[in-house]
């Protein structure tokens, strides 16, 4: 089991930025591929972006390619979110969790065994 602290939420005005954190502990972060998730109110859950354990492959929803970037700092336990050009509809808290599958990017929730505490992003239009 690995776990997970998120941080850097917060309000932004539409067009601006926001950077995530999510530091984990417990077992070896390189182990583990990393995802981000979302949650919105009255929503389910859903994927954002994902980032094989070596940090070379990565995978994004259409809604946030081209604006948010996913990496990772297996040296320092950390993996992040880049969010750019923000949008009111990026709104939710935000999820970092680990799959111990390590071979496959999964953009599946039930396939991500740990999860963090959530960090909530507001972006006002």
């Known amino acids: 089991q690995v776990q997970l602290v998120e941080s850097g939420g917060g309000l932004v005005q539409a067009g601006g930025s926001l950077r995530l954190s999510c530091a984990a502990s417990g077992r070896t972060f390189s182990n583990y591929v990393m995802g981000w998730f979302r949650q919105a109110p009255g929503k389910e859950r859903e994927f954002v972006a994902v980032?094989?354990?070596?940090?070379?492959?990565?995978a994004y929803a259409d809604s946030v390619r081209g604006r948010f970037t996913i990496s990772r700092d297996n040296a320092k336990n950390t993996v992040y979110l880049q969010m750019n050009s923000l949008k009111p509809e990026d709104t939710a808290v935000y999820y970092c969790?680990?799959?111990?599958?390590?071979?496959?990017?999964?953009?599946?929730?039930?396939?991500?065994?740990?999860w963090g505490q959530g960090t909530q992003v507001t972006v006002s239009s």
């Open positions: 980032i094989s354990w070596s940090g070379r492959n990565t």
């Open positions: 969790a680990a799959s111990s599958d390590y071979l496959h990017l999964t953009t599946k929730l039930s396939e991500y065994n740990d």
